[in-house]
């Protein structure tokens, strides 16, 4: 999976390219753990995101609560409807914000 991460202003824009599984969550946490204390918002492109596993999606629910706890928020971008389908089965997209 590819990461390319972009600042603007307390914004953090994270564009995911490939696979979110077991293999590649532990490359995004690590871009979560070191998100500087100024960003009060993340958001998520995923246009060439082409597969999410739970692994993946317990990251977007834990950077939600993250977020949520610091006064901050999430979002998540031009999903296709692979993942879409994911996130409403699990229940999940009532819960994280989707544009």
């Known amino acids: 999976m590819i ?19 077991t293999t590649t969550a532990p490359d995004l946490e690590a871009e979560l ?3 500087e204390e100024n960003i009060t918002s993340i958001v998520f492109n995923f246009e060439k995101l082409k597969y999410i596993s739970s692994s993946g999606l317990r990251i977007l629910l ?3 609560k993250k977020m949520i706890k610091k006064g901050g928020s999430i979002l998540i971008k031009s999903i296709n409807d692979e993942i879409k389908e994911v996130l409403e ?11």
């Open 33 to 35: 753990e070191n998100v």
């Open 89 to 99: 089965i699990t229940g999940l997209s009532t819960l994280l914000p989707i544009e």
């Open 62 to 64: 834990s950077t939600h």
């Open 3 to 21: 990461i390319n991460k972009e600042t603007k202003e307390n914004t953090l824009v994270l564009s995911l390219e490939g696979n979110l599984d």
